[in-house]
């Protein structure tokens, strides 16, 4: 796909590739700005090699969910490792950007969405066989909901959140506890579960309040 070349904006002039130590390497290192070819307006890029692992995390959500669905108690081990493949190579796709240099706007929309495809999977997998209690998941999706209303919402007044930390820290706890319980060991996927649901929670309100302060910020039209 062709695009048209974009003007670089000034956060994208000054950006520059930093060292890329051990931390910033496996993403525990976030501080900077977020490389240009990430931003809005940057061309698509589709055609890279963290791309390439998105796609392959992508397809392999459909034989996790085929096989979890058609286990006699959802604690089968083949999808609970193709849950575990999904999920740890999120790291891989964001290693292989930092290491290549291959950073796209496409691969900025693609590993979110393929991140909360995979947790979608999995609760629909726990929710069938009741391997994690109903009321949470019903109140995680409630809140996923929540988060995509508000966030169209304050993506139309020109307001666009950063990820905050409670949320980066509730993604594990919650797709652990996921895969704990697809693959059986009950106390552990329920502990999990409720330290992520807590974090993830936290999470929305640190949104809300960040949003509600830059909607007062901006200037009235």
């Not at 286990?71 to 999808?79: F, K, V």
């Amino acid at each position: 796909m062709a695009d048209d070349p974009v003007e670089p904006q000034p956060q994208q002039r000054a950006w520059s590739n930093p060292r890329l130590t051990f931390r910033r390497l496996f993403g525990l290192d976030r501080s900077g700005p977020p490389p240009p070819q990430t931003l809005s307006g940057a061309p698509w890029n589709v055609w890279t090699i963290p791309n390439a692992i998105g796609f392959v995390r992508l397809a392999l959500l459909v034989p996790m969910l085929v096989l979890g669905l058609s286990s006699d108690d959802g604690t089968d081990a083949l999808p609970a490792i193709l849950f575990a493949v999904v999920a740890w190579s999120d790291y891989a796709d964001g290693i292989a950007a930092r290491v290549t240099g291959q950073y796209s706007r496409f691969g900025a929309l693609l590993d979110p969405i393929v991140d909360r495809l995979l947790v979608i999977c999995g609760v629909v997998i726990c929710w069938k066989f009741e391997t994690l209690p109903r009321w949470g998941i019903a109140i995680l999706i409630a809140r996923e909901l929540y988060l995509l209303v508000a966030g169209r919402l304050a993506l139309r007044r020109g307001i666009e959140l950063k990820i905050n930390w409670w949320g980066r820290w509730g993604v594990w706890p919650t797709m652990s506890a996921i895969f704990f319980a697809m693959a059986g060991l009950d106390t552990v996927a329920h502990v999990l579960f409720y330290v992520g649901l807590a974090l993830s929670l936290m999470a929305a309100v640190v949104y809300t309040r960040d949003a509600l302060s830059a909607t007062r910020a901006a200037p009235s039209s």
